[in-house]
Nanobody, 125 residues
Framework: AHVVESGGGLVQPGGPLSSSCAPS????????IPWFPQAPGRDGEGVSR????????DYADSVKGRFTISRESAANMVYLQMNSLKPEDTAVYYC???????????????????WGQGTQVTVSS
């Protein structure tokens, strides 16, 4: 079992991008799915998470009001819509997964045992 990211790309500051996370080999049911951006100088914290149990979401302060995470259970997909992007959002965005409910529990990467290969998001003029 693993997850597969797609989407991302290059956009000018202020523009939108979207990324998708597709669990492979397991259903979303009962899983917590976060997004972790990785780039030199970043602190390694996640920016968004959705808990399939009740659809609850968490967002880092840096992306609140700009990013939206959602799920489509029938398609077994999780989506990250990124609006009003800033150059500091530039990173490789990794999707992860683990069974359980993690709302409000911080952004410890060790919670998650399934990871994707990442998708590049570049915000530049």
């Amino acid at each position: 079992a693993h997850v597969v990211e797609s989407g991302g790309g290059l956009v000018q500051p202020g523009g939108p991008l979207s990324s998708s996370c597709a669990p492979s080999g397991f259903p979303l049911v009962g899983y917590s799915i976060p997004w972790f951006p990785q780039a030199p100088g970043r602190d390694g914290e996640g920016v968004s998470r959705i808990n399939d149990v009740d659809g609850s979401t968490d967002y880092a302060d840096s992306v609140k009001g700009r990013f939206t995470i959602s799920r489509e259970s029938a398609a077994n997909m999780v989506y990250l819509q990124m609006n009003s992007l800033k150059p500091e959002d530039t990173a490789v965005y990794y999707c992860a997964a683990t069974r359980g409910y993690y709302r409000g529990r911080g952004w410890d990467e060790t919670f998650y045992d399934l990871w994707g290969q990442g998708t590049q998001v570049t915000v530049s003029s």
